[in-house]
């Protein structure tokens, strides 16, 4: 093989390793205690290329446009969020209660992630939220902020489409 040929396969390989990397910087407290406020985060966009997200994937997404109801809203936000992964495509996600249920079971963080103690709304109904269960389409995620009782995610504003999902969280640099 010519050398010159492997010099170039290096540097395109090189050179698509550097662009599937993306840094972001989060401005919001809803990901504490996994990622602080004011932090750099730097999310691998090929991490999805070849299978979905898993359920308690950190992802970055391009949250809709619907998520600020107001008068004269634009349809897309300009602006990349990330959250927590809790329900997958064909699940049912029910908030409504004190706990949150998946497929009628509730959600408890693996070990690792034990820290977070996701809530329903229990009493604490909010007249923002007008749906407390959702039944997820074949491209649908439903997503939670770490910090849940002080977060604005999807039960508030419905799941999230696949295609609006930008990556997976790949390294927390820092403030």
């Known amino acids: 093989m010519n050398i010159w040929r492997v010099i170039f396969m290096c540097a395109v390989l090189i050179g698509l390793l550097a662009c599937s990397k993306r840094t972001y910087h989060v401005v ?11 932090s750099n985060v730097v999310v691998d966009t090929t991490a999805y290329d070849t299978q979905g997200p898993m359920r308690w994937d950190v992802v970055a997404f391009e949250p809709p446009g619907s998520i600020f109801p107001e008068a004269g809203a634009p349809d897309k936000v300009e602006a990349t969020w990330i959250m927590r992964v809790v329900a997958l495509p064909g699940e049912t996600i029910d908030f409504g209660g004190e706990e949150i249920l998946v497929n009628d079971n509730r ?3 693996p070990e690792p992630l034990a820290m977070l ?4 709304l229990g ?8 749906k407390t269960r ?4 074949r491209d649908e995620y439903f997503l939670l902020g770490d910090d849940s009782v002080n977060s604005y995610d999807s039960r508030f504003w419905g799941p999230v489409k696949s295609k609006a999902i930008v990556g997976r969280l790949h390294e927390i640099i820092g403030k």
Not at 28 to 37: D, V
Request: zero cysteines.
């Open 28 to 38: 919001n407290a809803i990901m504490e205690p996994t990622i602080p406020a004011a």
């Open 107 to 109: 959600l408890e963080a």
């Open 134 to 137: 959702y039944t997820l389409e």
């Open 117 to 120: 103690n996701y809530k329903g």
């Open 123 to 130: 009493s604490q109904k909010d007249r923002r939220i007008e």
